[in-house]
């Protein structure tokens, strides 16, 4: 059980290229979530997607764009990328059920934007 | 959602219980609320989560005041291993998950 997967787990961009961050999971949740944490802060939400097909802004959505068309991956896209976008990525799944409510996280995607 | 507030850093004397304390006046009947920790640069991890009653684990307790309006996370026995950011979270079912700045816990020797 591989849980929550992202690839890849480094990355440096130029300025004004773009990428595709890829998060998979294994674990058939409805829920999934693309976060981005800053040096010395706590995670930011960008966008989340609750079940396939389906996406929604979070917190800080500007300058990134998602898709969830198979329930196991949902992919974060950066256009055009700007040194601002540099950070850690992370990536969580989680059940909609309450009673089972928890979330798991992927490892991370650390990208630089020079 | 609910915000929360939490204590930007903490101290705790390892084999001690650790007591993190996380505020949130303004939380409504259907919100939970989740504590989870991130480890040094790792993913965040799930610790526990509750509604109205305290709830036990094998890796912490969380106790939730009558009125609701505040929480606090026990960590009976920490070890060095405990040192991390702990974020209280409160949601509604069906919701997006916002972390806030958290509660840098170092468990010192």
């Known amino acids: 059980n591989a849980g929550v997967t992202q690839t890849p787990k480094f990355r440096v961009l130029k300025t004004g290229q773009s990428m595709t961050l890829l998060c998979a999971q294994d674990?058939?949740?409805?829920?999934m979530y693309w976060y981005r944490q800053d040096p010395g802060m706590g995670l930011r939400l960008i966008h989340y997607?609750?079940?396939?097909?389906?996406?929604a802004k979070g917190e800080v959505p500007d300058g990134y764009n998602v898709s969830r068309l198979k329930k196991q991956n949902f992919l974060l896209g950066l256009e055009s990328a700007a040194p601002s976008q540099t950070s850690v990525y992370f990536c969580?799944?989680?059940?909609?059920?309450?009673?089972?409510?928890?979330?798991?996280f992927g490892q991370g995607t650390r990208l630089t934007v020079v | 959602d609910a915000k929360t507030t939490q204590p930007p850093s903490m101290d705790c004397a390892e084999g001690r219980a650790a007591n993190l304390p996380c505020n949130h006046s303004?939380?409504?009947?259907?919100?939970?609320v989740y504590w989870y920790r991130q480890i040094h640069s790792q993913g965040p991890q799930y610790i526990i989560h509750?509604?109205?009653n305290n709830e036990t684990n094998e890796m912490a307790s969380l106790i939730i005041t009558e009125d609701r309006k505040s929480s606090t996370l026990i960590l009976p026995h920490a070890t060095l291993r405990d040192t991390a950011v702990y974020y209280c979270?409160?949601?509604?079912?069906?919701?997006?998950?916002?972390f806030g700045a958290g509660t840098r816990l170092t468990v010192k020797p």
């Open positions: 969580a799944s989680s059940y909609p059920n309450w009673d089972r409510e928890e979330a798991f």
């Open positions: 674990m058939n949740h409805e829920y």
């Open positions: 303004t939380i409504s009947g259907n919100e939970y």
């Open positions: 997607s609750v079940g396939e097909g389906t996406t």
């Open positions: 979270i409160v949601r509604v079912p069906n919701n997006d998950m916002r």
């Open positions: 509750g509604l109205k």
